[in-house]
């Protein structure tokens, strides 16, 4: 799934692409290399179907990075990822006897990251609001930065000169910067997350699935994420949207409001339903022939030499008893 921006005959289209193929660790030689491997074979396909990239919204994986930069696409950080390490980064300094004060500020500058990459039209305009926070937090409103010189906030005398503090280098850190700089000011990953969670509905990580089994899963999520991604927000009786209050696990035990979506709906199950009493049955031959040409990997044990299973039951031994059982 990728969320991209595709410029075509002149016109600039948003797209969100749910692309469903799976492929295993040791075809692209270890499962660091997966991600990057499925990014390929994606973008492939949508070339092979005559989309044309202008931009792409990704996580802050570094291959990523380097594979969309050697092909000549512009790359975007979603703002999440990069809340998500600075704010990780910050707590882990709060929590240090002498960093009340910094505890203070954690909302209020993971915040300022989705400010910046809002209101922000260029890299450069991006890195200078997002640095004018080292000043904010000492309580000194005019910046250096010609590209942003002063904040935006009315000038007013803090009363608390306690609240203040000095920023840590964290904010500085050359690859947030780095990352800061191209932050995405429009779509993000939330799809992705919301289809990852779908997919985990489909194929639960505890359960051992076929070659076969796992990719008619996977078919299965994306039908069922098209169908539902957009659904609105529930209503009551009377017309008013439907929240619920919740305790984000991130949040360290503050709640926050969340809609209510509308019930899913499962109408792609009646078009299956159609399709296999309709046509699957009554001449299953072009469907048998399709499934046996699909390309199926080796198992992930086939790299490693079988052992006789007599000598390895001979060799077992109890972790209580280190004699032979």
């Known amino acids: 799934m990728a969320c991209c921006s595709s410029s075509d005959r002149s016109r600039t289209l948003s797209l969100a692409v749910t692309l469903g193929h799976i492929h295993q660790s040791n075809e692209v030689g270890g499962s660091n290399n ?80 989705y400010w910046t990459a809002t209101t922000s039209s260029s890299g450069q305009e991006r890195v200078a609001k997002w640095t004018s926070i080292l000043n904010h937090v000492q309580d000194m409103h005019t910046h250096e930065d010609p590209v942003f010189p002063r904040c935006l906030h009315p000038q007013r005398t803090s009363r608390d000169k306690s609240k203040w503090l000095r920023a840590e280098k964290v904010l500085t850190n050359k690859r947030i910067l780095k990352d800061v700089e191209k932050l995405s000011p429009h779509h993000q990953t939330s799809s992705l997350e919301a289809f990852r969670s779908a997919i985990l509905r489909f194929v639960p990580k505890n359960v051992v699935f076929s070659f076969l089994g796992m990719l008619c899963r996977l078919y299965l999520a994306a039908l069922h994420f098209n169908e539902n991604a957009g659904r609105p927000q529930a209503t009551t009786a009377a017309g008013e949207p439907l929240f619920k209050v919740v305790f984000p696990k991130c949040k360290k035990g503050q709640c926050s409001a969340k809609p209510v979506k509308a019930d899913p709906t499962f109408h792609y199950m009646d078009n299956l339903l159609d399709l296999i009493f309709e046509k699957v049955v009554v001449d299953p031959t072009p469907y048998m022939d399709n499934i046996l040409k699909i390309s199926k990997p080796e198992n992930l044990t086939s790299q490693f030499e079988k052992p006789d299973k007599l000598e390895v039951i001979a060799s077992y031994v109890s972790r209580f008893n280190q004699g032979q059982v």
């Open 34 to 113: 997966m991600e990057k491997e499925g990014l390929r074979r994606s973008l492939d396909l949508l070339r092979a179907h005559c989309v044309t990239f202008d931009s792409i919204v990704t996580d802050r994986h570094p291959q990523i990075q380097k594979y969309l930069r050697e092909a000549n696409i512009t790359q975007y950080n979603d703002v999440w990822h990069i809340g998500k390490a600075v704010s990780r980064k910050l707590l882990r300094i709060a929590q240090s006897k002498d960093s009340e004060k910094l505890q203070k500020w954690l909302r209020s500058i993971k915040n300022h990251i």
